[in-house]
Nanobody, 125 residues
Framework: QVELVESAGGLVQAGDSLRLSCAAS????????VAWFRQEPGKEREFVAA????????WYADSVKGRFSISRDFASGAVYLQMNSLRSEDTAVYSC??????????????????WGRGTQVTVSS
């Protein structure tokens, strides 16, 4: 059984930083791309960032480019999302996902097979 588990989010102030992690059981991320999506109540799921485990290619949403960084760690087998200069509009439930998208679908949630349950990140202004 495959399970993706995100680390706890939390409540932070605008301008603060927060790091999320995504760990897998039942699979290893080798051969997959791992992405972070976020969703606010009543809104569609939004792509945040993705990394291809093999090769390390990364993709970012324009809204987080320059502030967020996605990385993979070979030792722990986890994927991290470093979020800096957080804004109130970054408030959402953040979920990690694993799949094998092609470049044109890397930002589409339908390209990912496995999903974590999500973790709440709240940024107060």
């Amino acid at each position: 059984q495959v399970e993706l588990v995100e680390s706890a989010g939390g409540l932070v102030q605008a301008g603060d930083s927060l790091r999320l992690s995504c760990a897998a059981s039942g699979i290893t991320f080798g051969g997959y791309s791992v992405a972070w999506f976020r969703q606010e109540p009543g809104k569609e799921r939004e792509f945040v960032a993705a990394v291809r485990w093999s090769g390390g290619n990364t993709w970012y949403a324009d809204s987080v480019k320059g502030r967020f960084s996605i990385s993979r760690d070979f030792a722990s087998g986890a994927v991290y999302l470093q979020m800096n200069s957080l804004r109130s509009e970054d408030t959402a439930v953040y979920s990690c996902a694993a799949g094998r998208p092609i470049q044109s679908t890397v930002r589409s949630p339908t390209a990912y097979y496995y999903w974590g349950r999500g973790t709440q990140v709240t940024v107060s202004s």
